[in-house]
């Protein structure tokens, strides 16, 4: 039972490189997110999807862009990358029925020098 | 004022202790609580889940909710090594739907000495 499913783990760009983070959840679950996590600042949202097609910005959406064409799919996009994008990202999905329980990938850990 | 505070610790327990870890909160709309529990280099995983104010036991662990002083807590009796971890409080205001959003806390690190 794989869940969801983040790649790369690890991933060290030059600054103004682009890059493709990839997620993937076998839940069918409707609602995905895309968060990242800085040390002692929790997790901050950067953009989420209600749906196949539908994608909406998070708190932190500048520099940053994602696409949902599948319901199992949802990639973030970073163009131009910067230092401070360097962080742990993490997706997660909820089911339909919204629980409130987000299911996590383990994350992907992007290092800008 | 942050719309969830959470004290980032860290916190250091001999083994058995009983630990507490709080988070206060500005937004009276929030209604749903959660605590997520996040092991070294994983992913956050649901812990506990409350509705409104009160207390929720499961084993060791309890969650107590008063939305008067906009404070949640969770309690861990009989702390073991396999406790340490970073916790983090989460909150919304929707049970789900397109509006679900969670808004999180820091993380509290705890770690459990044998």
């Known amino acids: 039972n794989a869940g969801v499913t983040q790649t790369p783990k690890f991933r060290i760009l030059k600054i103004g490189q682009s890059m493709t983070l990839q997620c993937a959840q076998d839940m069918n679950h409707n609602y995905m997110y895309w968060y990242r996590q800085d040390p002692g600042m929790g997790l901050k949202l950067i953009y989420y999807s209600v749906g196949a097609g539908i994608t909406d910005k998070g708190e932190v959406p500048n520099g940053y862009n994602v696409s949902r064409s599948t319901t199992e799919d949802f990639p973030l996009r970073l163009e131009l990358a910067a230092p401070s994008q360097t962080s742990v990202y993490f997706c997660?999905?909820?089911?339909?029925?919204?629980?409130?329980?987000?299911?996590f990938g383990e994350g992907s850990r992007l290092t800008v020098l | 004022q942050k719309e969830v505070e959470q004290d980032p610790g860290p916190l250091s327990v001999p083994e058995g202790a009983i630990v507490s870890l709080n988070c206060t909160y500005s937004n009276s709309a929030f209604q749903y609580f959660m605590w997520y529990r996040q092991y070294s280099r994983k992913g956050p995983e649901l812990l506990m889940y409350t509705y409104s104010s009160g207390n929720k036991e499961d084993g060791r662990f309890t969650a107590q909710v008063d939305k008067s002083s906009k404070y949640i807590s969770l309690f861990i009796r009989d702390s073991q090594p396999s406790d340490s971890a970073t916790y983090l409080c989460a909150m919304s205001a929707s049970r789900g739907g397109s509006n679900y959003k969670l808004t999180f806390g820091k993380g509290t690190l705890l770690t459990v000495n044998p």
């Open positions: 997660a999905s909820m089911g339909r029925r919204g629980t409130g329980e987000l299911f």
